[in-house]
């Protein structure tokens, strides 16, 4: 018949033989890690003025972040498209609960080619919040996976991210006119100019708040006296549709306004284009504009 130390010793004996299998730097925890295979990829709806991530053209970065119950970081990396693996990720966590936040996204030109190590992108300050990298950011996906990982056992999944930004086209029908040296846009002309980079919640993919995205095109002796001319301008929302003010204006060489105009309540929604189309250069600035808002294919605006 065993008495009570007889039990307390067993117990010292079995908890000596778990520990025994690990370094004394490990704990209990890192002894029952599990396995974990994700695989992420990036997805939008096929228009016209957008190509579907990951069929064809990969986004730039991925970055990726788990955050355990209590906010800490347990696992985090970042993937440059063209590497091997790109979108597959292989790790360790220990048992418990865990958010999985990703997002992926494009960086401009200039981005790219001074980031050697590939290492500029998206940054993820909490499942909740994360930031833009410096410079223009075309294009966005993002979503959060919460997972219960259990002692030993191997876990697989994927995430498919959806297309969280909006985009505004601008299609110029009569021809550009000489001396014209850049056309400059500014969405949501009547949001406050905002400081630092622009941020959002990965979880719903909306802007943490309300802001100006401001971006000039610089127009070369090759588009001048060209007719149809497109541009485009991307922008994360508060909300899933949100009306906008668009202004667009265009200036000499010598940094002269030519033309401007103001496009008041544009319609704008999550992962479509809303297309203004119109002679940008003979008509005067303001006037009446109508739109079409039918979101099943890019919304056109005549101006």
Not at 129 to 153: R, W
Not at 231 to 254: G, H
Not at 275 to 281: I, R, T
């Amino acid at each position: 018949m065993l008495h009570s130390n007889h039990y307390v010793l067993a117990a010292l004996v079995g908890l000596a033989a778990i520990f025994s299998s690990c370094s004394v730097k490990e704990d209990f925890d890192t002894c029952n890690k599990s396995q974990v295979q994700l695989d992420v990829r990036a997805f939008g709806i096929e228009q016209s003025a957008f190509t579907k991530a990951g069929g064809g053209k990969d986004p730039h970065r991925i970055v990726f972040k788990a955050f355990d119950a209590l906010g800490a970081v347990a696992f985090e990396t970042v993937q440059a498209s063209g590497q091997e693996g790109f979108g597959v990720l292989n790790f360790e966590l220990s048992p418990g609960s865990y958010t999985f936040v990703a997002v992926a996204h494009d960086l401009s030109s200039a981005a790219l080619a001074a980031d050697e190590g590939g290492n500029v992108a998206a940054s993820l300050n909490s499942a909740q919040e994360a930031v833009l990298p410096e410079g223009y950011v075309a294009d966005c996906f993002c979503d959060t996976l919460n997972v219960t990982i259990k002692p030993g056992v191997p876990f697989a999944s994927g995430m498919t991210l959806p297309r969280v930004i909006s985009k505004f086209k601008l299609t110029i029908n009569d021809a550009l006119p000489a001396g014209t040296a850049k056309i400059k846009f500014i969405l949501n002309s009547s949001a406050a100019a905002a400081s630092g980079n622009p941020s959002f919640n990965p979880s719903t993919g909306f802007a943490l708040k309300n802001r100006q995205y401001v971006r000039s095109f610089d127009i070369g002796d090759g588009s001048i006296g060209k007719s149809g001319v497109s541009l485009s301008v991307s922008l994360l929302l508060t909300a899933e549709t949100q009306d906008i003010d668009v202004t667009a204006a265009a200036y000499d060489v010598e940094g002269n306004l030519i033309i401007s105009h103001e496009i008041k309540d544009v319609p704008m929604k999550l992962n479509r284009t809303t297309v203004a189309k119109g002679n940008f250069f003979s008509a005067t600035g303001g006037g009446s504009f109508s739109f079409n808002t039918e979101w099943d294919d890019d919304a056109e605006v005549n101006y």
